[in-house]
């Protein structure tokens, strides 16, 4: 990160308004110490034209840094090579925690290319995951993602990651309605998913039956099922997809039990922009800066259209098992504007929420998707099976696969900010 003043324009500066050298350096030490401990949450999607949000600074050493990154690397920006001798991080089989709408070998992938990928930063390496420290680092205490079903496979991956080195009779796995919690009981750990797919209140906040296309999503809502994220040490949210219904948003004022319901139309981006404030102002009354991190994950992009990496019309990530290769390419399913509004609201937050920026480095893996190796809840109609494009999902990961790497990001963004 430059510091906000280079040298040549310091002296500039120092030469015009004559400043005294006793205020000269203070002004040095104050961009010494931002720089040092500052908390960047990086540029918004790499290669779009949305603003970047503001970095995030703060004088105090983040709380469960152990290091810093390499000043000038940036772990987001890189490339994928092939790494058999390393990847998978773990086996399918191995992993009893994987819904089956992940497992893709058992739903008869019949090849393993997507898993043998890791992800290469340019100029720098990414800290090697190490389970042990996580554990020991998560003792006596708790870590929940909060989001969708995109942020449930990062939460299933990171347990998949922890687990084995727990013994069989020292940890369990409970749901209890929106709540999943992964217990290491040696460690007197857990780690927690919470289903809440716009963070706010809404009429898709049933865990199980949630496809509801009619979505409505209640504003000033976000103590609903904020209260029960209230005592974690380490909080990673998700939010995006859901939001994708078009280019307005239902928004209820009042309350989902009034008789009558007062709903006013607006659009997507200022219902986003409404949750992301909502969002940061719950973490500014209820996280505690000295002790807690959170973070927040980019949206995980899809691949529904083939012409967008030039593959045939109609056609999608289905049977797809290469990469794109194309270091500028951006998926059509991206909203600029949304994205714009992360880097709007972000850059004026006083709590320090750490960004990864997952989009980019998956826009690239249209390869790793479930497609249509995964557990099918209805029957397939003749004209289905006819043209699996029609049914393949472009959406979801499988695992172990791509969100090992974002929680490869998140280790590397919680030890070494």
């Not at 040092?36 to 949000?53: K, T, V």
């Not at 049933?206 to 296309?213: D, E, L, P, Q, T």
Request: aromatic share 12%.
């Amino acid at each position: 990160m430059k510091p906000p003043f280079p040298s040549s324009s310091s002296s500039y500066v120092l030469r015009k308004a004559r400043l005294s050298p006793y205020l000269f350096t203070l002004l040095v030490f104050i961009v010494f110490v931002t720089i040092l401990y500052g908390e960047d949450i990086g540029c918004i999607f790499g290669q779009i034209d949305a603003l970047p949000p503001r970095p995030i600074r703060t004088t105090r050493k983040l709380p469960f840094a152990i290091g810093r990154t390499p000043e000038g690397c940036d772990v987001f920006s890189g490339r994928w090579v092939r790494d058999e001798a390393n990847r998978p991080l773990y086996e399918e089989s191995e992993c009893p925690y994987i819904q089956p709408q992940l497992t893709c070998q058992e739903h008869g992938r019949p090849e393993k290319d997507y898993q043998y990928w890791r992800w290469q930063p340019h100029g720098c390496d990414l800290p090697s995951f190490n389970a042990t420290l996580m554990l020991e680092t998560l003792r006596g205490k708790r870590m929940m993602f909060v989001g969708d079903s995109l942020n449930r496979g990062q939460y299933v991956s990171m347990v998949c990651l922890l687990h084995r080195l727990i013994p069989e009779n020292a940890k369990s796995m409970e749901t209890f309605d929106s709540l999943t919690v992964f217990t290491a009981k040696d460690y007197n750990a857990t780690i927690e998913f919470y289903w809440a797919p716009f963070l706010l209140e809404s009429n898709s906040d049933n865990a199980v039956v949630h496809r509801i296309s009619d979505r409505i999503v209640r504003k000033g809502s976000i103590n609903k099922h904020g209260r029960n994220w209230k005592g974690v040490d380490i909080l990673v949210f998700n939010t995006y997809l859901w939001w994708m219904t078009g280019l307005k948003m239902k928004i209820l004022k009042g309350s989902f039990d009034d008789e009558e319901k007062e709903i006013v139309e607006i659009p997507t981006e200022d219902a986003y922009r409404m949750a992301m404030k909502s969002m940061l102002r719950w973490v500014k009354l209820n996280m505690d800066r000295k002790k807690t991190r959170v973070f927040f994950t980019s949206m995980s992009p899809s691949h529904g259209k083939g012409i967008d990496w030039g593959g045939e019309p109609g056609k999608n990530c289905y049977n797809e098992t290469t990469l794109i290769e194309d270091p500028n390419y951006w998926g059509s399913d991206c909203r600029k504007g949304v994205m714009r509004v992360i880097g709007e609201v972000f850059s004026r937050s006083k709590f320090p929420i750490t960004f990864l920026n997952i989009t980019q480095l998956s826009n690239y893996r249209k390869d790793a998707h479930t497609s249509i190796y995964k557990k099918q809840w209805n029957a397939l109609t003749p004209e289905q099976l006819a043209n699996p494009s029609s049914y393949a999902d472009c959406v979801h990961w499988c695992l172990p696969g791509l969100q090992d790497t974002w929680n490869e990001l998140l280790f590397a963004k919680l030890f070494y900010p």
